[in-house]
């Protein structure tokens, strides 16, 4: 990610076309209208942004342009880099469809393109359907791994943040039981870097790092597996060795309990669920049946600056206008201010 890129768009890919990426990114765009030293441009179709418009019960005018070049933001009104590839009436909401997986993949090929060209700060993604990506032919398992490949990018975590409250993965997609011969001493140290290189960048008065065990109390001295002192205590003292402020293998039961509290500004997760639980536990709440979410899924180790939502498609709501944009929010906050456009966006 780079920390000297200022430009004045933020962009934002409208994700899958069925899903509700459209509507949590107007809701988002009317929230943070006037609020942002940066401009907003969503890429994306016009159709689906009018639809999300009129759904959310919103007043905002939708202005589509083709280029990017010589366009002004407008303040009160929704710029689209209309892509025209999302037909509403052969794309319904809350279905899978290849059609659908296609346009989100071009929306991010376009949004990836003018990043890398530095014509865009950064690039924030609305959640796209595994499953209609894959149906379109672009086997990939989520967002991160084509930003790494779109990018050239060979060494890159996935990091979730509620707050202050962030957590970074040593492997995210793959089946348990590949996740555990992940777990290499060269892989977690790289994510510790990593961490401490996002610290760095978010201007962390100190940056305080715990690695998590992959084993039930960390392995108990080799008692339940030893991949602790095999993999992870090697990487960890390396770390240390370099003077980063890092600690563990600190049991996986306590040690988000600690990142949560402020003992630690990143906890670095072994595997997919144990990041993922504890940090939706503290950003998600549901209140008499409406979900509200919050919390921000960002790519480290980018020629460019990647967040995202931290939520699906939610096909179940799609075309209701009730997805929460809290989420959305907080990953174009957090966008504008690692682009260094904004100390506390």
């Known amino acids: 990610m780079k920390q000297q890129m200022k430009q004045q768009w933020i962009a934002v890919t409208m994700g899958d076309p069925a899903g509700v990426g459209a509507e949590v990114t107007v809701k988002a765009l009317q929230e943070l209208a006037g609020k942002l030293p940066a401009g907003l441009l969503v890429i994306g179709d016009s159709r689906f942004i009018r639809q999300a418009v009129a759904v959310c019960g919103?007043?905002?005018?939708?202005?589509?342009?083709?280029?990017?070049?010589?366009?002004?933001?407008?303040?009160?009104?929704?710029?689209?880099?209309?892509?025209?590839?999302?037909?509403?009436?052969?794309?319904?909401?809350?279905?899978?469809?290849?059609?659908?997986?296609?346009?989100?993949?071009?929306?991010?090929?376009?949004?990836?393109?003018?990043?890398?060209?530095?014509?865009?700060?950064?690039?924030?993604?609305?959640?796209?359907?595994?499953?209609?990506?894959?149906?379109?032919?672009?086997?990939?398992?989520?967002?991160?791994?084509?930003?790494?490949?779109?990018?050239?990018?060979?060494?890159?975590?996935?990091?979730?943040?509620?707050?202050?409250?962030?957590?970074?993965?040593?492997?995210?997609?793959?089946?348990?039981?590949?996740?555990?011969?992940?777990?290499?001493?060269?892989?977690?140290?790289?994510?510790?870097?990593?961490a401490y290189a996002a610290g760095q960048q978010l201007k962390l008065p100190r940056i305080r790092i715990g690695v998590a065990g992959l084993n039930p109390h960390s392995g108990e001295g080799g008692l339940f597996g030893d991949e602790e002192l095999r993999e992870i205590i090697p990487a960890i003292e390396r770390a240390a060795a370099e003077g980063i402020a890092v600690e563990g293998p600190v049991p996986p039961d306590t040690v988000f309990v600690k990142a949560r509290s402020g003992i630690y500004d990143f906890a670095i997760a072994m595997y997919h669920d144990q990041g993922h639980i504890p940090l939706k536990l503290a950003g998600f709440t549901c209140d008499g049946g409406s979900m509200n979410i919050a919390g921000v899924n960002v790519t480290l180790g980018l020629p460019i600056i990647r967040t995202s939502v931290d939520h699906g498609t939610a096909f179940d709501q799609a075309g209701r206008g009730t997805a929460s944009a809290q989420s959305m929010v907080d990953a174009i906050r957090l966008a504008v201010r690692l682009a260094g456009l904004a100390e506390g966006a």
């Open 58 to 194: 919103l007043a905002m005018p939708v202005k589509s342009v083709a280029a990017l070049d010589g366009v002004e933001p407008e303040a009160g009104s929704i710029t689209v880099l209309d892509l025209g590839n999302a037909d509403p009436a052969l794309i319904p909401y809350g279905q899978i469809s290849p059609l659908a997986g296609r346009a989100a993949y071009q929306y991010l090929e376009s949004a990836i393109g003018l990043a890398l060209e530095q014509k865009v700060a950064a690039v924030v993604t609305a959640p796209l359907n595994k499953a209609a990506l894959n149906q379109a032919g672009h086997h990939y398992s989520g967002h991160t791994e084509i930003f790494a490949r779109l990018t050239g990018a060979a060494d890159y975590a996935m990091m979730l943040a509620e707050g202050s409250f962030r957590v970074v993965h040593v492997t995210t997609h793959v089946a348990l039981r590949k996740a555990c011969d992940l777990v290499t001493r060269e892989r977690v140290y790289r994510v510790i870097k990593l």
